[in-house]
């Protein structure tokens, strides 16, 4: 099993060149055959490294001491197998056990005399041995033995010097009856030993620097995650770039976790060897999925992963001689299945130029490339080096260029977001200062649109209560074009229900926002989603359109408001016509039974009449403008007030209400003549309305120092104290067969206006009396 991780570009390509040029692949030395393998022409002063391949001597269940191969009993038992290789399932009678057992390697070396010391490379072997050089034993790894209770497998590389001699002979002893596989697996090599050296030192350096690496990278991403928890991408690479580290640590010729967990437990490293490479498969394409989102993977991708949640689950509950089974079949899923689904998904990716698509495409590749070739070295279909490490080099290093090029790319976004909010500030306060519907459309549309592209941009607007929606864009000249559709129009043209817009969405390559609450107008944007592809540029959409709403509902509000204004000062005019309109109905129907000097009287009563309907239309110009300008006399209070009262006779001659009026009071007043006895006449019309016939209604006129009081007093059914506060609001109304409930507003008005004050005490079926304070 060799599937390595993790690395930098710069070691990428050092490393392989080291891996081509230094150890070779053993093509351009001859191999060993039947046993002997011939190197008396290859002096070793080239800084080779030479593998020691081909066919070795092999003697099954059988542990042979270096001077007995003479023995005629082990002729027999002599054959061939090729180095490097497993034991195979016909070694061993009983197939559970399949791979276990011990055997007997032997090599003949034909040397050339030499300067340099010669040393031997010798890889982890499966899984414990004794190697004797000349019969001296110069290395000795695990415990030997001949059944499980006899042996202790363990990974170690060895350096061993070999005799100076011209003649070799290597001979090992290797048991295994822990893993799955055992045998010299890997290629034994001989060099000077200073190369040697080196070569250990380079690769271990290397594997350290796999190990840091994906260590930093994780450590960064956890702490990426962190301070960003929205972005759960990083996480998941985190978490990969934590296999990878393990599986650095746990793989290689150098199997530095061994050396740490060996003393522990030889079997943990082995399972975390395995489940590292089963569980960076579904981390690895949940990682890409967070970047090229896709349905099919939304709907389809926990399911294609089954076979990896399995394959660790085997490996964490399972002995070795079941879990090791999954390594085939999962060697075969991944090439065959989801390398190619996630190739289609990412090509797909591309056309949709989603953003880093082109960096994940090509780290992918990479590591795809790389993740069959080390699958085919270990199905036996070729020779060469495993390669997945540099491959997860090259996912590291596209995942760091796409980091910086996300990090640049939202360096300038939010240059040019903050250019657009500054804009957006500006244009909402015109948005929102817009006098009408269209001229906020227009305003909104504007700073969408840009100029010298063919017009995409439509804002869509549901008129209340009608299925006529309005739909604003602008057009090639830049003026604002306004059509009216039908509802099933809009969805005919947005290709959905404007009712089942919630969030923003994209719908034919279209981004579609709505704004729809609890008020009756419906909003919807329509853009291309080319130019609103991330979120910070649908975010500033979504605050345009959140000032088109505002404007709609701030316009819709001003209009009912208004409506309302202009309905209450029809009433108010309806109301106060009334009084005039009925004094001079009294006094005309007086003019016919009086003669002489009292018919002057009654059309001089007639033509004050006609005077308070002209201050009536002078106030409604006043209150159109939101204000009351009086017309200040100064009057005497008793010629005034005394004119008052006789006209209230008059007033009262249609009803069976009896009038009580005292004036206690001397001296002048400043006050709007006609706009007082609009006030007294108001009063005293609620109260002919709120009192039955026979009731009475009382006018005192006192002074005291220099204010003047006009205490007004009804014997009709008055109202509870919760209804003094609201008495004098607009829309207020007792029983009144006719009343709009504007007379107390009118009154209220008009003491303000020459900055009086009005009080009001109430008894629910005893009355009410109003004191109203003018200051002199």
């Given at each position: 099993?060799r ?17 081509c ?6 093509s351009?030395h001859?191999?060993?055959?039947n046993g ?11 800084g080779?490294?030479i593998p020691?391949?081909?066919e ?6 059988e542990?042979i001491?270096?001077g007995?191969f ?6 027999s038992?002599?054959k061939?197998?090729t180095?490097?290789s497993v034991w195979t399932d016909?070694?061993s ?10 055997a007997t390697?032997?090599l003949?070396?034909?040397?050339r005399?030499r300067?340099?010391s010669?040393?031997?490379?010798i890889p982890?072997l499966?899984?414990?041995y004794?190697?004797?050089?000349n ?13 499980e209770?006899?042996?202790r497998a363990?990974?170690?590389l060895?350096i061993?010097?070999i005799?100076d001699s011209e ?5 090992f002893?290797?048991s295994n ?10 290629s ?5 030993l200073e190369?040697?050296?080196?070569n250990v030192?380079k690769q ?5 620097a796999l190990v ?5 990278m994780?450590f960064?991403n956890?702490?990426?995650y962190?301070f960003?928890?929205n972005?759960?991408?990083h996480i ?9 580290m393990?599986r650095?640590l ?6 530095l976790?061994?050396e740490f967990l060996?003393?522990?437990?030889w ?13 960076s498969?579904p981390?690895?394409?949940a990682f ?6 896709t ?7 926990q399911y ?8 660790v689950f ?6 070795n001689?079941y879990y090791?089974l999954?390594?085939?079949?999962i060697a075969l ?17 591309l056309k ?8 994940l495409?090509?780290g992918y ?8 070739n080390?699958i085919?070295?270990?199905l036996?279909l ?14 590291i ?6 980091i910086?090029?996300?990090f640049?790319e ?6 040019t977001?903050?250019?657009?909010m500054?804009?957006?500030?500006f244009s909402t306060r ?9 001229k906020?459309?227009d305003?909104a ?5 840009e100029?010298?592209?063919?017009q ?10 009608s299925s ?8 090639s ?7 009216e559709v ?5 969805q ?8 089942s817009l ?15 609450d609890d008020q009756?107008y419906?909003?919807?944007f ?6 609103y592809?991330d979120?910070?540029q ?11 709403a ?7 509000r001003?209009d ?7 309905g209450e ?7 106060d016509?009334g009084h005039?309109i009925a004094?001079?109905?009294?006094n005309?129907k007086?003019i016919?039974s009086q ?10 009563q ?8 002209t201050?009536?239309?002078l ?8 204000r009351?300008?009086?017309?200040l ?10 004119e008052?009262?006789?006209d209230?006779?008059t007033f009262?001659q249609?009803?069976?209400?009896k ?6 009071a ?9 706009r007082i006895?609009?006030l007294?006449f108001?009063l005293?019309?609620?109260?002919a309305e709120?009192?039955d016939?026979?009731?009475t209604f009382s006018?005192w ?9 006009l205490?007004f007093?009804?014997?009709?059914e ?6 003094e506060?609201?008495?004098f ?10 009343g709009?409930?504007l007379g107390?507003?009118?009154i209220?008005?008009?003491v303000?206006a ?5 009080l009001?005490s109430?008894?629910?079926g ?6 109203i304070?003018l200051r002199s």
């Amino acid at each position: 099993m060799r599937f390595g991780k993790t690395t930098f570009f710069a070691l990428l390509i050092s490393s392989f060149l080291f891996h081509c040029g230094l150890i070779g692949s053993g093509s351009e030395h001859s191999s060993a055959k039947n046993g002997t393998l011939d190197l008396s022409k290859h002096s070793f002063e080239d800084g080779k490294i030479i593998p020691l391949d081909g066919e070795w001597e092999f003697y099954w269940e059988e542990f042979i001491s270096p001077g007995d191969f003479s023995d005629p009993k082990f002729k027999s038992k002599k054959k061939f197998i090729t180095v490097p290789s497993v034991w195979t399932d016909s070694f061993s009678k009983d197939l559970k056990s399949a791979g276990h057992g011990y055997a007997t390697y032997r090599l003949k070396l034909k040397l050339r005399e030499r300067k340099q010391s010669l040393a031997l490379r010798i890889p982890d072997l499966g899984t414990s041995y004794i190697l004797y050089a000349n019969g001296k034993k110069v290395a000795n790894v695990g415990t030997l033995g001949k059944s499980e209770l006899e042996t202790r497998a363990k990974y170690e590389l060895k350096i061993s010097l070999i005799p100076d001699s011209e003649n070799l002979e290597l001979v090992f002893h290797v048991s295994n009856f822990q893993n799955r596989w055992g045998g010299v697996w890997n290629s034994i090599q001989l060099g000077e030993l200073e190369n040697v050296l080196k070569n250990v030192q380079k690769q271990r350096d290397l594997e350290w620097a796999l190990v840091l690496i994906a260590a930093t990278m994780s450590f960064y991403n956890i702490f990426f995650y962190f301070f960003r928890r929205n972005e759960s991408a990083h996480i998941l690479f985190a978490f990969h770039c934590f296999l990878i580290m393990i599986r650095s640590l746990t793989n290689g010729d150098s199997r530095l976790a061994y050396e740490f967990l060996q003393g522990i437990s030889w079997e943990l490293p082995n399972r975390l060897e395995y489940i590292s490479v089963y569980a960076s498969g579904p981390t690895l394409y949940a990682f890409l999925y967070r970047y090229c989102k896709t349905d099919f993977w939304r709907r389809f991708g926990q399911y294609i992963c089954i076979p990896y949640y399995l394959a660790v689950f085997v490996v964490l509950f399972f002995p070795n001689a079941y879990y090791t089974l999954t390594l085939l079949p999962i060697a075969l899923y991944m090439p065959l299945v989801t390398m190619p689904i996630w190739f289609i998904l990412l090509a797909t990716g591309l056309k949709r130029k989603i953003e880093g698509g082109l960096i994940l495409f090509a780290g992918y590749v990479v590591i795809s490339l790389c993740t069959l070739n080390d699958i085919m070295l270990f199905l036996g279909l070729w020779k060469g080096i495993y390669l997945i490490q540099y491959g997860e080099v090259a996912l590291i290093l596209g995942y760091s260029v796409l980091i910086s090029k996300i990090f640049s790319e939202a360096f300038r976004r939010s240059d040019t977001l903050g250019t657009k909010m500054k804009s957006l500030v500006f244009s909402t306060r015109e948005i929102m200062q817009s006098s009408s519907y269209d001229k906020a459309a227009d305003t909104a549309l504007k700073m969408l649109h840009e100029k010298g592209k063919e017009q995409t941009v439509y804002v869509y607007l549901e008129e209340p209560n009608s299925s006529v929606w309005k739909r604003y864009s602008i057009s090639s000249l830049g003026d604002l074009e306004i059509v009216e559709v039908y509802k099933y129009d809009v969805q005919d043209l947005l290709g959905l229900d404007p009712s089942s817009l919630t969030e923003p969405m994209i719908q034919n390559n279209r981004l579609i926002v709505s704004i729809q609450d609890d008020q009756p107008y419906k909003l919807i944007f329509d853009l291309p989603f080319e130019g609103y592809s991330d979120d910070s540029q649908v975010d500033w959409v979504r605050g345009i359109a959140d000032a088109l709403a505002f404007s709609v509902r701030n316009i819709a509000r001003q209009d009912r408001e208004k409506l309302a204004i202009i309905g209450e000062l029809s009433a108010e005019i309806v109301h106060d016509l009334g009084h005039p309109i009925a004094m001079i109905r009294q006094n005309l129907k007086n003019i016919g039974s009086q003669k002489g000097k009292s018919k002057t009287n009654l059309l001089f009563q007639a033509e004050k009449e006609v005077d308070a309907l002209t201050n009536l239309t002078l106030d409604i110009l006043d209150f159109s403008k939101n204000r009351i300008i009086l017309d200040l006399q100064n009057v005497d209070i008793k010629k005034y007030f005394k004119e008052i009262f006789e006209d209230l006779g008059t007033f009262f001659q249609s009803t069976k209400m009896k009038l009580v009026s005292k004036i206690n009071a001397k001296g002048s007043i400043r006050l709007d003549p006609l706009r007082i006895r609009r006030l007294i006449f108001n009063l005293a019309k609620n109260a002919a309305e709120a009192t039955d016939e026979r009731g009475t209604f009382s006018i005192w006129i006192e002074k005291e120092e220099n204010v003047v009081y006009l205490i007004f007093e009804d014997n009709g059914e008055g109202f509870s104290k919760d209804m003094e506060k609201y008495i004098f609001d607009s829309g207020f109304g007792s029983k009144k067969p006719y009343g709009t409930g504007l007379g107390l507003s009118i009154i209220r008005k008009i003491v303000s206006a020459h900055g009086g004050e009005i009080l009001v005490s109430s008894e629910e079926g005893k009355g009410t009396r109003f004191t109203i304070l003018l200051r002199s």
